[in-house]
């Protein structure tokens, strides 16, 4: 008795080929994700850029009151006057760049939300046109199936 060996290449084959894929939902899909990378990546390096100069402003603030303190003083009461004002001048910059900081990052968090809302619109859009679509070719080859099984049907 000999055993015949299916070839599941050829069913695949057949079975992909009877539920056709539609490549433009495909490109549609890919070409919404690619824009949501985009628009994120501008999310993303315009808070860089921020930050960045937030960071270069409070260095280049914090160097200049650092030369005040280091200058040479007449008096030994001066140095702690240039120290504390300086301490005082640091804190209050600290506390100027964490709140510039802070509104970077709500900035951020704003812009996030609402592209995380339109990429969930434009992705829903896209896998219902996807959707309707493959029902509609699904639908018309089984239709076709169907017509042809009843010919044979008959034929016989």
């Known amino acids: 008795m000999a055993t015949k060996t299916s070839d599941f290449t050829k069913m695949m084959q ?13 490109k549609d899909m890919y070409r919404t994700q690619a824009a949501f ?4 990546m501008k ?13 270069a402003k409070f260095t280049k603030d914090a160097l200049h009151k650092l030369a005040d303190v280091s200058k040479a003083k007449d008096e030994p009461a001066d140095y702690t006057k240039a120290m504390t004002d300086f301490a ?6 600290t506390a100027e760049s964490m709140a510039a900081f802070a509104e970077v990052a709500k900035k951020v968090q704003m812009e996030t939300v609402e592209l995380m809302l ?4 434009d992705f829903s859009e896209d896998a ?9 070719e699904v639908t018309t080859v089984a239709k076709k199936a169907a017509a042809s099984a009843t010919a044979a049907a008959a034929a016989k």
């Open 43 to 55: 999310v993303v390096i315009e808070a860089a850029d921020k930050s960045t100069e937030i960071s």
């Open 37 to 40: 990378g985009e628009k994120m």
């Open 88 to 93: 005082s001048a640091a804190a209050e910059m």
């Open 128 to 136: 219902t046109a996807a959707v309707k679509k493959a029902t509609a």
């Open 14 to 26: 057949d079975m992909m080929s009877a539920m056709p894929m539609d490549m433009s939902a495909m």
């Open 118 to 121: 339109a990429a969930g619109k």
